[in-house]
């Protein structure tokens, strides 16, 4: 099986510009998480996509966004980007049942100046 | 809350040797703790996991065992190879069944000395 394909790779943007970043969970699987990793931070809960419905949220403001295609592919969107934003920004795939092993993707890793 | 410590931060271990890590939770309600392996350049590779209706689990050279009453988990590693020089998390669930959240720690780098 395939594992989880996140593109691009690598993204650079000036801030206040928006982005949008896909990816591509393990076939079969109905879940895709979101998470943004920093240095300082770690790994922080971004937002959680199951059949195509938000079902879980983290604390980020409300720049960062999601969606959930039919095909169970995701992006996320983040709108006026502030330096603040600079992260790797990864995506996990389940099966969707409650305590299923997440699988992550190698990332995006987003760069605002 | 949703918690999770993760130490020491730095380990280094002769080759050969074991390496421990430990963590702790603050959410009762955790009962799924996977622990990722993050190479450089890479995502996070889950490399062990454990629930709550377990103390322990082992898959060859890594081990992890969980005390819920205490609210931590351990990662043990026997036989250290260069290869296992990496970043490591543990993390936890947050809230019952049927989430998928799971709360991170801040990663553990781990350097296996030849």
């Known amino acids: 099986k395939a594992g989880v394909t996140q593109t691009p790779r690598y993204l650079i943007k000036t801030r206040g510009q928006q982005v949008t970043l896909s990816c591509s969970p393990i076939?079969?699987?109905?879940?895709v998480s979101w998470y943004q990793q920093t240095p300082g931070q770690g790994l922080q809960f971004l937002f959680e996509?199951?059949?195509?419905?938000?079902?879980n949220k983290g604390n980020f403001p409300g720049r960062f966004s999601g969606r959930q295609f039919s095909n169970s592919r995701s992006e996320m969107n983040v709108s006026t980007l502030e330096l603040g934003d600079s992260a790797l920004y990864l995506c996990?795939?389940?099966?969707?049942?409650?305590?299923?092993?997440?699988?992550f993707g190698n990332g995006t890793r987003l760069t605002v100046t | 809350g949703e918690n999770v410590e993760q130490h020491p931060s730095t380990l280094s271990v002769q080759e050969g040797d074991s390496a421990v890590i430990k963590c702790t939770y603050s959410?009762?309600?955790?009962?799924?703790f996977p622990w990722y392996k993050q190479e450089l350049g890479k995502g996070p590779q889950l490399i062990i996991d454990?629930?709550?209706?377990?103390g322990e689990k082992k898959d060859q050279r890594i081990a992890v065992t969980l005390n819920k009453t205490a609210k931590h988990f351990s990662l043990h590693i026997t036989e250290t190879q260069p290869e296992d020089s990496a970043v490591y998390f543990c993390?936890?669930?947050?809230?019952?069944?049927?989430?998928?959240?799971?709360?991170f720690g801040k990663g553990n780098q781990v350097v296996v000395i030849p």
């Open positions: 996990a795939s389940s099966s969707g049942v409650g305590g299923s092993p997440l699988h």
């Open positions: 076939s079969g699987h109905r879940s």
């Open positions: 996509y199951f059949s195509e419905t938000q079902r």
């Open positions: 959410d009762s309600a955790s009962n799924y």
């Open positions: 454990i629930r709550s209706n377990v």
């Open positions: 993390a936890a669930s947050i809230g019952r069944n049927g989430n998928n959240r799971l709360a």
